[in-house]
């Protein structure tokens, strides 16, 4: 079993920052693709970034790139979005995924198989 665990949410301004985290837990979360999803209110669940287990690999929405990064400590079982130049349309619950998947199908699958429980990023204009 995989427990995620998100982090780092909070009322930013726009064009300020912001750094998420994701705790993991489960014997075998670090070989497993992770990302990153977002949902706004009234909208569906939309992809964000992913990394490769060995970090070999990153893959973006379009709306994040350039201004997002994901990176990944297998050591410490944890994933990271960094998210700068945040703008009102980034508000989001975002949430933290992990699965089998390769990175570059986790924004495609109808799942990816494990879910955190999310954390609120709400930045204002």
């Known amino acids: 079993q995989v427990q995620l665990v998100e982090s780092g949410g909070g009322l930013v301004q726009a064009g300020g920052s912001l750094r998420l985290s994701c705790a993991a837990s489960?014997?075998?979360?670090?070989?497993?693709?992770m990302g990153w999803f977002r949902q706004a209110p009234g909208k569906e669940r939309e992809f964000v970034a992913a990394?490769?287990?060995?970090?070999?690999?990153?893959y973006y929405a379009d709306s994040a790139k350039g201004r997002f990064t994901i990176s990944r400590d297998n050591a410490k079982n944890t994933v990271y979005l960094q998210m700068n130049s945040l703008k009102p349309e980034d508000t989001a619950v975002y949430y933290c995924?992990?699965?089998?998947?390769?990175?570059?199908?986790?924004?495609?699958?109808?799942?990816?198989?494990?879910w955190g429980l999310g954390t609120q990023v709400t930045v204002s204009s």
């Open positions: 489960g014997r075998t979360v670090s070989t497993y693709t």
């Open positions: 995924a992990a699965g089998p998947s390769p990175a570059r199908a986790m924004g495609v699958v109808p799942d990816p198989g494990y």
């Open positions: 990394i490769s287990w060995r970090s070999a690999s990153t």
